[in-house]
């Protein structure tokens, strides 16, 4: 019976993703893991995959009403309000969601490879979390900030002995750790240091050796030099 619901809500998962219903889509794959079985390895890069989609598309979302709502009269503003709080709401219950099968995934995997993979994955949850709040502007959480910078700082320490300058995955949690110190925290110069010695790091790799370097990961070091260029310029 169990089996025979799981295979349903994976097709209704996988049916959602092909129709671009992403949150219908997260909804099936939680159930998925609330029912207690293990996941496979599709339902677990389903379930990001996802997720990922859906913190981003309300962390779109709010970025693009909140501004507006600063300047609307005292009617208009409380339904601004209240939709930025509706929208905020669903993004922390997606992030806490997904939060919690990240951490029992951890407990789970005895893969060093594997646990840095999701360890990345919940350094990304985590900042859009409570990047979530900040831009809605909600007062910063001290003690679940300082618990992401230091997820940052031992995941980005994992990485840099275990995976290249060039590597995808460490680019990427770059350019989440710098984000997160911009907008979370507010240390533009952290951000800026972090994201020249990335940089550096990266020209030199490509020097010693450039058929290394994928489209990707081209992409992303060039993301990084946009973004440290903005930084440069706002100083």
């Not at 309000?81 to 029992?104: K, M, N, P, T, Y």
């Not at 994992?158 to 680019?171: G, I, T």
Request: contains cysteine; neutral net charge; charged residues 30%.
């Amino acid at each position: 019976m169990l089996s025979k619901l799981r295979g349903e809500l994976l097709k209704r998962a996988l049916l959602a993703e092909r129709a671009g219903r992403d949150e219908d889509m997260a909804a099936s794959l939680h159930m998925i893991w609330k029912s207690g079985v293990d996941l496979s390895s599709e339902e677990k890069e389903a379930t990001l995959r996802a997720f990922h989609t859906v913190v981003k598309h309300r962390l779109k979302s709010l970025r693009k009403v909140k501004p507006i709502s600063k300047n609307r009269p005292d009617p208009e503003k409380e339904i601004f309000q209240g939709f930025v709080g509706g929208v905020l709401a669903e993004l922390e219950e997606s992030c806490r969601d997904v939060l919690e099968i990240l951490d029992s995934l951890l407990l789970q995997e005895k893969s060093r490879k594997a646990q840095l993979d999701l360890l990345s994955e919940k350094c990304f949850f985590s900042k859009v979390l409570l990047e979530g709040r900040a831009v809605a502007g909600k007062d910063k959480e001290s003690e679940a900030t300082t618990q992401c910078h230091d997820l940052f700082s031992s995941t980005l320490s994992f990485f840099k002995n275990s995976h290249s300058a060039l590597s995808e995955q460490r680019l990427s949690l770059i350019l989440n750790f710098s984000s997160f110190l911009v907008i979370v925290v507010g240390d533009s110069s952290a951000a800026r240091e972090l994201l020249e010695a990335s940089y550096l790091e990266s020209l030199n790799a490509l020097k010693k050796d450039f058929s290394m370097a994928t489209s990707q990961c081209h992409s992303l070091i060039w993301d990084i030099r946009k973004n440290l260029i903005d930084l440069n310029q706002k100083s």
